[in-house]
T-cell receptor, first 112, second 112 residues
Framework: DGGITQSPKYLFRKEGQNVTLSCEQNLNHDAMYWYRQDPGQGLRLIYYSQIVNDFQKGDIAEGYSVSREKKESFPLTVTSAQKNPTAFYLC???????????FGSGTRLTVV | KNQVEQSPQSLIILEGKNCTLQCNYTVSPFSNLRWYKQDTGRGPVSLTIMTFSENTKSNGRYTATLDADTKQSSLHITASQLSDSASYICVVRGSDNNDMRFGAGTRLTVKP
C-alpha cells in the first residue's frame, strides 16, 4: 500500500538533547513537508523540500534541521536550540502541481 | 492574525443530528480550499477540495460550500455518527503548495 510513515509515534527528549523524527513515503511524491501542531493553533510549517538535496525554511524553522538525501525520506531533527519542542509533528507529501497533501500519522514529542 | 479562522472552536451534538462548521479566510491569492478530518493522535485526511469557481462539493454525508466573494466556507455534516467525532480543519492554498494556511480546527464531539 502506498503511504507516508512517521516514526516513532511517541518520543521523549531530555533537556539539551537532539532527537530525529523519521518520515518515509512510497508515493513517489516530489515534495515533502514538516509541520508542527500545537493545541488551539493551526499547523505551522517548519521546513519543506521540493526535490532531493534541496529544502527551504518555513515559518518556524529555528531550532530544527532537515535533510533530503533520498526522494522517499525527509527526517527532521529537533535540536537543543528549540526551546519549546513539546508538540505533535506531522509530515506530509504531495505530487507536483495543484495537489493536496498526504499526511503521516504524526509523532508526539515530549520534553522530560 | 491567522489568515484562516474557524468557528466554533468546539461543538457537541447528538448522534443523528446535523451540524455546520464555518471557515473565514483572508489568504490572497487564493487557489483552493480544502477541508480535512483529523482523528485524535492521527494525521489529517482530506474530505473535499474546492477551487475558486466551485460553490458546493459533497463527499457522502459531508457537504462543503464556498463563497469566494465573501471568503467564507462551510462544512455541513448530515446525520452525524459517533465516528464523526474529530477535528475538522480548513486549509487554504495560496500561490502554491508551499503556501498552505491552516485553520486551528473545530473539535466536534458526537454523543449517543
Amino acid at each position: 500500500d502506498g503511504g507516508i510513515t512517521q516514526s516513532p509515534k511517541y518520543l521523549f527528549r531530555k533537556e539539551g538533547q537532539n532527537v530525529t523524527l523519521s518520515c518515509e513515503q512510497n508515493l513517489n511524491h516530489d515534495a515533502m513537508y514538516w509541520y508542527r501542531q500545537d493545541p488551539g493553533q493551526g499547523l505551522r510549517l517548519i521546513y519543506y523540500s521540493q526535490i532531493v538535496n534541496d529544502f527551504q525554511k518555513g515559518d518556524i524553522a529555528e531550532g530544527y534541521s532537515v535533510s533530503r538525501e533520498k526522494k522517499e525520506s525527509f527526517p527532521l531533527t529537533v535540536t537543543s536550540a528549540q526551546k519549546n519542542p513539546t508538540a505533535f509533528y506531522l509530515c506530509a507529501s504531495s505530487a507536483r502541481g495543484n495537489y493536496g497533501y498526504t499526511f503521516g500519522s504524526g509523532t508526539r514529542l515530549t520534553v522530560v | 492574525k491567522n489568515q484562516v479562522e474557524q468557528s466554533p472552536q468546539s461543538l457537541i451534538i447528538l448522534e443523528g443530528k446535523n451540524c455546520t462548521l464555518q471557515c473565514n479566510y483572508t489568504v490572497s491569492p487564493f487557489s483552493n480550499l480544502r477541508w480535512y478530518k483529523q482523528d485524535t493522535g492521527r494525521g489529517p485526511v482530506s474530505l473535499t477540495i474546492m477551487t475558486f469557481s466551485e460553490n458546493t462539493k459533497s463527499n457522502g454525508r459531508y457537504t462543503a460550500t464556498l463563497d469566494a466573494d465573501t471568503k467564507q466556507s462551510s462544512l455541513h455534516i448530515t446525520a452525524s455518527q459517533l465516528s464523526d467525532s474529530a477535528s475538522y480543519i480548513c486549509v487554504v492554498r495560496g500561490s502554491d503548495n508551499n503556501d498552505m494556511r491552516f485553520g486551528a480546527g473545530t473539535r466536534l464531539t458526537v454523543k449517543p
